[in-house]
T-cell receptor, first 111, second 118 residues
Framework: SQQGEEDPQALSIQEGENATMNCSYK?????LQWYRQNSGRGLVHLIL?????REKHSGRLRVTLDTSKKSSSLLITASRAADTASYFC???????????FGAGTRLFVKA | DTEVTQTPKHLVMGMTNKKSLKCEQH?????MYWYKQKAKKPPELMFV???????INESVPSRFSPECPNSSLLNLHLHALQPEDSALYLC?????????????????FGEGSRLTVL
């Protein structure tokens, strides 16, 4: 079953621009994570934000979490062609093992 | 480079074959996972092991049989698969989720095994 829904499904931008991806989820969560996947390869963890946090930064990444709206956003600043990938949000809503992924946003960064 | 190693990278099998996918991690993680991913779709959880015991089976058909021989290894045995089972199978590991720590919850993925069922 799918917990998170992501918006937009696909995003095409020029190098140097910022990219914003949004994620909505349905049930209460312990944490929300963002992952990146290059075509046909494994997923790489980007950042984790806990339910009691509102914003988190890591390098060019900024994640926000609004638990009242059950939504999160991932901002990638000063994008590079190498950022081209699929980005997934994932939620852990049981305090256990069930990390469920959203539909994903496919980001294309044109050089 | 990933610290979770999956073999084989590619597998082609017939519907009557028996094959296995293997996953290994040496990060001391006590939780290991199998996910299935179809093209342009998110990964879907199949199985979770915690301390070598099966904790979650997401109603996966019995033609998929997981095994966790020890804390570092996770296998997925395949038998009598269907063409619609063709997908990328991803293994992941994590710290035991109920442990408390700054990185609890982060999944470490292997590169996946791409399975084609003819």
């Amino acid at each position: 079953s799918q917990q998170g829904e992501e918006d937009p499904q696909a995003l095409s931008i020029q190098e140097g621009e910022n990219a914003t991806m949004n994620c909505s989820y349905k049930t209460s969560i312990n944490n929300l994570q963002w992952y990146r996947q290059n075509s046909g390869r494994g997923l790489v963890h980007l950042i984790l934000i806990r339910s009691n946090e509102r914003e988190k930064h890591s390098g060019r990444l900024r994640v926000t979490l609004d638990t009242s709206k059950k939504s999160s956003s991932l901002l990638i600043t000063a994008s590079r062609a190498a950022d081209t990938a699929s980005y997934f949000c994932a939620t852990d809503n049981t305090g256990g093992f069930k990390t469920i992924f959203g539909a994903g946003t496919r980001l294309f960064v044109k050089a | 480079d990933t610290e979770v190693t999956q073999t084989p990278k590619h597998l082609v099998m017939g519907m009557t074959n028996k094959k296995s996918l293997k996953c290994e991690q040496h990060m001391g993680h006590r939780a290991m996972y199998w996910y299935k991913q179809k093209a342009k779709k998110p990964p879907e959880l199949m199985f979770v092991y915690s301390y070598e015991k099966l904790s979650i089976n997401e109603s996966v058909p019995s033609r998929f049989s997981p095994e966790c021989p020890n804390s570092s290894l996770l296998n997925l045995h395949l038998h009598a698969l269907q063409p619609e089972d063709s997908a990328l199978y991803l293994c992941a590991s994590s710290q035991e989720p109920r442990a408390r720590g700054p990185n609890t919850g982060e999944l470490f993925f292997g590169e996946g095994s791409r399975l084609t069922v003819l």
